[in-house]
T-cell receptor, first 108, second 115 residues
Framework: GEDVEQSLFLSVREGDSSVINCTYT??????LYWYKQEPGAGLQLLTY?????DMKQDQRLTVLLNKKDKHLSLRIADTQTGDSAIYFC????????FGKGTRLHILP | KAGVTQTPRYLIKTRGQQVTLSCSPI?????VSWYQQTPGQGLQFLFE???????NKGNFPGRFSGRQFSNSRSEMNVSTLELGDSALYLC??????????????FGPGTRLTVL
């Protein structure tokens, strides 16, 4: 069946890189997404990657897609306190399926 | 431009009642998607409307329905409410259908509590 898995928590020191990982099950995914939800704020679509791409970079964000292993990652370079949030990975087949979210905690 | 607005922001209903939630997209946006967020199930996709037509639908029972008007405003209706329908309902708008753009904007959500 369709499923998206991600670890629930990640702690990273300020200034280090954060890598949030996600695995999905449906190999016919067309798009894969990363969303960010900050405390008390709404959901924000951070970035997406088309399934025929391996990598997408946007400023401090790098998305890597390993289609063979059905593995998606989001790397945040130079992590700042403002990056503290829950990050949701999602895949799209005929509908969009979300992971449970990874809570990123920034250590001073 | 004004952002995505959702009304009402908070709602309390009892089991068996029905509810209608409204979403006004950003001006010029033609796609509206609805999502349900609960602590147990996380974020789940409900449906997407584009140009007044439902384009995609998630795995929700028929009690959940929606529609989109010619001005792109969308409504979501839940009939015969159950306790498990208590959730934050989010709507998002984009210029084109989801997946073809990374400029998707979310509203603040409607917090529905079913007693």
């Amino acid at each position: 069946g369709e499923d998206v898995e991600q670890s629930l928590f990640l702690s990273v020191r300020e200034g280090d890189s954060s890598v949030i990982n996600c695995t999905y099950t449906d190999s016919s995914s067309t798009y894969l997404y990363w969303y960010k939800q900050e405390p008390g704020a709404g959901l924000q679509l951070l970035t997406y990657i088309f399934s025929n791409m391996d990598m997408k970079q946007d400023q401090r964000l790098t998305v890597l897609l390993n289609k063979k292993d059905k593995h998606l990652s989001l790397r945040i370079a130079d992590t700042q306190t403002g990056d503290s949030a829950i990050y949701f990975c999602a895949e799209e087949v005929d509908k969009i399926i979300f992971g449970k979210g990874t809570r990123l905690h920034i250590l001073p | 431009k004004a952002g995505v607005t959702q009304t009402p922001r908070y709602l309390i209903k009892t089991r068996g009642q029905q509810v209608t939630l409204s979403c006004s997209p950003i001006s010029g946006h033609r796609s509206v998607s609805w999502y349900q967020q609960t602590p147990g199930q996380g974020l789940q996709f409900l449906f997407e409307y584009f140009s007044e037509t439902q384009r995609n639908k998630g795995n929700f029972p028929g009690r959940f329905s929606g529609r989109q008007f010619s001005n792109s405003r969308s409504e979501m209706n839940v009939s015969t409410l159950e306790l498990g329908d208590s959730a934050l309902y989010l709507c998002a708008s984009s210029e084109v259908m989801r997946g073809a753009t990374d400029t998707q904007y979310f509203g603040p959500g409607t917090r529905l509590t079913v007693l």
